[in-house]
């Protein structure tokens, strides 16, 4: 398949199939290849990102739609890679790559843009949307649809052929192209129901869950955009302007635009949103309303000390006043001399404030007390052992009765 007369950036071992890839004259290949190669490149390193910021996510609902946003990530990737198959010229492997993919891509992106608008818009009626397991079975579901009818129009177009009939070459190229049109009418369907089901949540009460319902209306909307403009390209307008060699490139700039178009919309923002936005529905002090921390159960020794007035004169302050309740049962009456000058409470470190006037003794100080009566003259009579000498006690007796007589 090598060509002598290669064109402009092209070597001339390259197969004349791929020569849109770098031919320099035509240049739109060449464009649509490096622009699919940006696309492919940003929706790795999407991907990474959305994996790696799972972990900051406080929303638990917003974390619940990674599943659909990872899914797109993957179809979107796939559909920059289907790109390079409308560049090359066409041969048996790219037309059935073309004509199986095409459906099969952009319904999974679809699908799961239509599940995410749905969950939307349950959670606008009912406040809770379903689990996100769920979602994704969802999507999983609407995308084995066009799988199936796929597998089945290309196994009845290409594989199957009646007996006897002439086996023609590249017979998944001979198609028409209303009949690839028509292929996709089930595409089609989802790009509607995706518009649809995004209008009910633009009225939802919190702002963030409307930013997503514009973000999905902003995709399904330039999505049916280009739509209309490719097809109506592919089957007349090309034909009218007298060139219906662009349609490999129309289908090529359609399939990447598009892709661009889901990340441009949908998943930058998505994300953006991912690990900046808390979940509303967590309920918030009103701005009138004051939280008080809870009171503490032990007693302080709290000063009331008014404040003084600046337009009379200023007064001596009063004694500082204390608000705890005293003890009564521990005092008891003492002599001015007993008391210290300057009396300070022992759990006076652990509030940092002085506790004037209060006196509990201690045993300490009891005994002290009764060492200074003893001193005073207050003697507590002993008791003795009487003496084994006759008369001894009568003595003793009358030695003790004029003791006392004499205090």
């Not at 608008?117 to 996100?132: E, F, I, T, V």
């Not at 005092?331 to 006037?357: F, K």
Request: include cysteine; glycine fraction near 6%.
């Amino acid at each position: 398949m090598g060509s002598t007369s290669a064109p402009k950036g092209c070597g001339s071992n390259i197969s004349s199939i791929y020569y849109n890839l770098c031919d320099l004259t035509t240049l739109w290949g060449v464009v649509v290849e490096a622009v699919c190669a940006a696309g492919v490149m940003t929706s790795f390193i999407l991907f990474i990102i959305l994996m790696a910021s799972l972990p900051f996510v406080t929303d638990k609902k917003r974390k619940g739609m990674v599943a659909l946003q990872a899914s797109i990530l993957v179809f979107t990737l796939g559909l920059f890679g289907l790109t390079f198959a409308f560049i090359v010229d066409q041969y048996s492997t790219s037309c059935a790559a073309r004509r199986f993919l095409f459906g099969v891509l952009f319904s999974g992106c679809l699908a799961c843009l239509v599940m995410h608008a749905l969950w939307l818009s349950l959670l606008k009626r009912s406040g809770r949307g379903p689990r996100s397991w769920l979602l994704w079975l969802g999507a999983l579901s609407l995308w084995l649809v066009e799988v199936i009818i796929n597998t089945e129009w290309l196994v009845l177009t290409v594989v199957w052929s009646p007996p006897g009939e002439i086996v023609v070459p590249d017979l998944s190229c001979s198609i028409a192209n209303k009949d690839f049109v028509l292929s996709l009418i089930y595409v089609m369907v989802l790009m509607v129901g995706v518009v649809l089901l995004a209008f009910p949540s633009l009225s939802h009460k919190h702002q963030q869950w409307r930013r997503d319902g514009a973000f999905i209306l902003a995709t399904g909307v330039f999505t049916i955009a280009i739509w209309v403009v490719w097809i109506t390209m592919y089957i007349h307008g090309n034909r009218v302007a007298g060139n219906p060699s662009w349609d490999d490139p129309t289908l090529a700039v359609t399939v990447a635009l598009n892709a661009w178009v889901f990340l441009a919309f949908y998943i930058i923002p998505e994300i953006c949103l991912l690990t900046t936005q808390e979940d509303p529905d967590l309920e918030e002090p009103h701005d009138g309303e004051h939280v008080y921390p809870a009171r503490s159960l032990t007693y302080d020794s709290t000063l009331k000390e008014p404040e003084p007035e600046p337009e009379l004169e200023p007064e001596p302050e009063p004694a500082p006043q204390n608000l705890y309740i005293e003890n009564k049962s521990f005092s008891m009456d003492e002599t001015p001399e007993a008391e210290p000058a300057n009396s300070t409470s022992p759990y006076g470190i652990y509030n940092g404030q002085l506790r004037s006037g209060v006196y509990q003794p201690t045993e300490i100080a009891l005994i002290t007390k009764g060492l200074t009566m003893m001193n005073q003259g207050l003697m507590i009579p002993r008791a003795r052992t009487p003496s084994l000498n006759p008369g001894s006690g009568a003595r003793s007796l009358s030695r003790s009765q004029e003791s006392l007589a004499s205090q």
